[in-house]
């Protein structure tokens, strides 16, 4: 019999289990895989995004219930997280758009999760497959093939769907519908958007600044051109807010309006072909490609009419990108949507429900931009629910 139980050894499940353990309950973290926080691991190409310096959930952080994060973001911050890592004396260093980054490797974090662990006595149990949970009068029975294990209050933390070969399971999803409660249809975020036009595949590997819209959102940044679509920052961060049949809007010239340039240089007569003058800004490779699909007059500027320069802007300031998909669970970095956030506290993580059951991290209808945003919602929710469990 423990106090507490954990499903999911990763982020958030390991910060309950601190907090938890620091109160005195007796903790025990149960996981499927072989190893703890593979995730935190991979995060950040192995140098893991832990944080960022500026962290508002209004803005970073996205949820059908938009305030439901404001809670816990404010009593365990990036500050506080910060705080953890000083006293560790974790290197790190602030990258573009106040991403932090640690400096030597992703595993220093898991170190000192693994060690925080240890210190408030939190016992973890790898290669555990869970077959049920059971609702009991004292709490909770997990069911493995080999024993039962019983809790007074059990915690949810096995985050999201994507990048199942290190461990990523339904398996939330599941509990959540067993207790009744409901579940915002997930879909894969922060994922590179497919493409059926061959000629822009074989552009692969180009990689320009833009300004991407979508349902009301912006993001400027790097886009990359690749073998089946469409990746790089930009992307990723608007697949957030795409959901199928949606038009991407791409302004490939952000910093420039394309119809006043042109109508200068008409007005001083230049002789340069419309082709010549868009490499300028862009890789030429791409140029070609955005004159032969728009049928775009190939001629010198000064020869352009009115007419004409309007469609071209329009080409090139608001390319409208249709997407055939994203490249699914296999590469997303995360899953919008999960476990609704309507009948769950957001001081506790308790489900209103349920008394005694809790969801922390990814598995919640909680999702933040690419930038160290999800695992600081990680910290956050697993850092809340360890002081009610
Ligand atoms: C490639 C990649 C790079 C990323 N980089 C960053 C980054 O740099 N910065 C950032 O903020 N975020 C990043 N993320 C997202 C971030 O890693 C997650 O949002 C975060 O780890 C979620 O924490 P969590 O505790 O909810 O879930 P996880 O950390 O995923 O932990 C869930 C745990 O539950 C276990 N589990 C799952 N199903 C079961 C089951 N059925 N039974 C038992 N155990 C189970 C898993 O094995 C896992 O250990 C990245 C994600 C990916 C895939």
């Given amino acids: 019999m423990y106090d507490v139980i954990i499903i999911g050894a990763g982020a958030s499940g390991l910060m309950c289990a601190i907090e938890a353990g ?46 439901f994060p404001i809670s816990a973001i404010s009593r365990f911050s990036q500050w506080d997280f910060l705080d953890m890592i000083d006293r560790y004396q974790i290197p790190y260093e602030e990258r573009e ?18 060690q925080e662990c240890e210190t408030y006595g939190v016992e973890i149990r790898l290669k555990r497959e869970i077959s049920k949970v059971i609702k009991t009068e004292s709490g909770f029975d997990i069911e493995t093939y080999s024993r039962t294990y019983s809790c007074e209050s059990l915690v ?31 879909r894969p975020g ?12 074989a552009l692969s590997g180009l990689n320009f600044p833009v300004t991407v819209s979508c349902n009301d959102r912006s993001f400027s940044e790097n886009m990359l051109i690749t073998h089946s679509g ?9 697949s957030n807010y795409w959901t199928s049949g949606d038009v991407v809007t791409i302004n490939l010239l952000p910093n420039l309006n394309r119809h006043n340039e042109l109508t200068d240089r008409k007005q001083a007569r230049q002789k340069s072909s419309l082709q010549k003058v868009l490499a300028e800004y862009l890789p030429k490779r791409f140029v070609v490609y955005m004159i032969e699909k728009n049928c775009l007059p190939n001629k010198q ?13 329009d080409a090139f300031n608001k390319w409208q990108f249709k997407p055939s998909g994203t490249e699914g669970y296999r590469t997303a970095e995360v899953t919008v ?8 506290s957001s001081k506790t993580m ?40």
């Avoid at 922060?190 to 595949?201: A, G």
């Avoid at 949507?337 to 769950?344: A, L, P, Q, R």
Wanted: a neutral charge; hydrophobic letters at 40%; one cysteine or more.
């Fill in 22 to 67: 620091k109160r005195g309950r007796r903790v025990l973290i149960l996981d499927h895989s072989d190893r703890l926080a593979r995730k935190v691991y991979i995060a950040g190409g192995g140098k893991c995004n832990f944080t960022n310096m500026e962290v508002d959930p209004k803005v970073h952080l996205i949820s059908s219930n938009p305030y």
């Fill in 97 to 114: 758009h106040g991403q932090l980054f640690t400096t030597t490797s992703s595993a220093d974090i898991i170190r000192m999760l693994r």
């Fill in 156 to 186: 949810i933390a096995t985050g999201g769907l994507s990048f199942s070969k290190i461990g990523a399971s339904r398996f939330g999803l599941f509990i959540a519908e067993q207790f009744g409660l409901s579940v915002v249809e997930p």
């Fill in 190 to 201: 922060l994922v590179p958007l497919k493409s059926d036009d061959e000629s822009l595949k």
């Fill in 230 to 238: 469409l990746s790089g920052p930009v992307i990723l961060q608007i």
């Fill in 301 to 313: 500027v000064n020869q352009l009419n009115e007419a004409e320069i309007k469609t071209i802007s």
């Fill in 337 to 344: 949507g999960g476990v609704s956030t309507d009948e769950i």
């Fill in 350 to 389: 308790e489900s209103k429900k349920v008394p005694g059951l809790f969801f922390a991290g990814e598995v919640l209808d909680v999702t933040g931009h690419l930038g160290g945003y999800n695992l600081q919602w990680a910290w956050s929710s697993g850092y809340c629910a360890g002081q009610y469990v």
